[in-house]
Structures are given as structure tokens and as C-alpha cells.
T-cell receptor, first 113, second 112 residues
Framework: DTEVTQTPKHLVMGMTNKKSLKCEQHMGHRAMYWYKQKAKKPPELMFVYSYEKLSINESVPSRFSPECPNSSLLNLHLHALQPEDSALYLC????????????FGQGTRLTVV | KQEVTQIPAALSVPEGENLVLNCSFTDSAIYNLQWFRQDPGKGLTSLLLIQSSQREQTSGRLNASLDKSSGRSTLYIAASQPGDSATYLCAVKSSTLGRLYFGRGTQLTVWP
């Protein structure tokens, strides 16, 4: 099983809402990533978790709050977002500091209104 | 900081042509290089993974090469088909931080 599952596939939220994006993998990977991708741009790294600990935060605004409750799950909690945060949010998994292949989910298309 | 560049940014060809997509990177301290395909609004599908010690990988009509010392990789697509139309992204995995660095992609259109 080389699948990374993201839910929901689509999300529309208001600027005062609180919502969460979820990501799950069962490949035994201990590195999980959140990326943000705007149209016609490459994915931009937001956060990296290694062994369930936050190892990289690419200066992401605090309205994005990541959580890694266990080695298979990764959440991204959203609060007080801005319209410019509308994007495709991608989750990926691999092994930390190794040559293991990275796998990506199908993404959550987020629209902030 | 690692910089990844892909050339060309866009490519439009008739069906049946053989294609070469190029990727270059500035820091040779990598674990591996991956080529991904992305359809509009979708996630990334891994096409080929080349380890830093390897020179070449093949999967069906796709062949990827890696020259780590010169910081270059090419993706060769044989006998292109309209279904190959997508954006192709190159990514290197840093051996210092373990993160992926992406190029801006090549948008490929294959017309019948």
C-alpha cells in the first residue's frame, strides 16, 4: 500500500471558521510533510514532522497549526484564514534523512471566502 | 540553499514524438531525485526515483538519468501520447535536511 489519503478533497470556509485537514499513511513512514501549492506554481514546503516531532517550520503564519498525533496521522488545523490562503494543500510521507521515495496525497482544494 | 531549475517551462508537441525534459540542481548533497507528474488540480504521482548512486532508471516509456556531479537529470519520454499531457516536476531530496526541493515544472501538451 503506497497510498497517502487526504480528507476532505474540497473545503470552503469563511474567514472566521475553524477547520482541519487530515492526512493518513500506512507505509510505516516516519516523516510527514505539509505543502501548499498555488495555481501554476510548484509545491511550497510548510511543515515537516520527523518521528512525530516538528522538525521544520517554514515560517508559516500561526493561523496554520500542524499536529502529528501518531506515526500514521497528520493534521493541519486552520483558523482565521485569509482569501490568499486559498490553494491546494498537499500531504506527503517518506522516511527521515534517508533515500526512501516520497509519496503524495491527492490534496485538499481549500477556498477561503 | 538548494535551487532546482527545469527547462523548458512549457512544451507542446504532436503525438508520437520523443521528448526530453531537463532538471538541474545546485547542491549535490542529495539522497535521490524524483520525477513527478501532476494533472490539473490533482496531487503528485511519482514516476521515477533515482538514488544518488544510480545513473539511470526506466519505467515503460520513461527513462530518467542522473549526473550528480554536474547537478543534472533528464526525463526522456518515448513515443509521446495525448495522455502524457500534464505538468512534470523534478524534486531532489536533500541529505542535510531530508526535505524535497522542487523545480517549477514543465507543462507538457501532446496533441493528436
Amino acid at each position: 500500500d503506497t497510498e497517502v489519503t487526504q480528507t476532505p478533497k474540497h473545503l470552503v470556509m469563511g474567514m472566521t471558521n475553524k477547520k482541519s485537514l487530515k492526512c493518513e499513511q500506512h507505509m510505516g513512514h516516519r516523516a510527514m510533510y505539509w505543502y501548499k501549492q498555488k495555481a501554476k506554481k510548484p509545491p511550497e514546503l510548510m511543515f515537516v514532522y520527523s518521528y512525530e516531532k516538528l522538525s521544520i517550520n517554514e515560517s508559516v503564519p500561526s493561523r496554520f497549526s500542524p499536529e502529528c498525533p501518531n506515526s500514521s496521522l497528520l493534521n493541519l488545523h486552520l483558523h482565521a484564514l485569509q482569501p490568499e490562503d486559498s490553494a491546494l494543500y498537499l500531504c506527503a510521507s517518506s522516511q527521515p534523512l534517508s533515500n526512501v521515495e516520497a509519496f503524495f496525497g491527492q490534496g485538499t482544494r481549500l477556498t477561503v471566502v | 540553499k538548494q535551487e532546482v531549475t527545469q527547462i523548458p517551462a512549457a512544451l507542446s508537441v504532436p503525438e508520437g514524438e520523443n521528448l526530453v525534459l531537463n532538471c538541474s540542481f545546485t547542491d549535490s548533497a542529495i539522497y535521490n531525485l524524483q520525477w513527478f507528474r501532476q494533472d490539473p488540480g490533482k496531487g503528485l504521482t511519482s514516476l521515477l526515483l533515482i538514488q544518488s548512486s544510480q545513473r539511470e532508471q526506466t519505467s515503460g516509456r520513461l527513462n530518467a538519468s542522473l549526473d550528480k556531479s554536474s547537478g543534472r537529470s533528464t526525463l526522456y519520454i518515448a513515443a509521446s501520447q495525448p495522455g502524457d499531457s500534464a505538468t512534470y516536476l523534478c524534486a531532489v531530496k536533500s541529505s542535510t535536511l531530508g526535505r524535497l526541493y522542487f523545480g517549477r515544472g514543465t507543462q507538457l501538451t501532446v496533441w493528436p
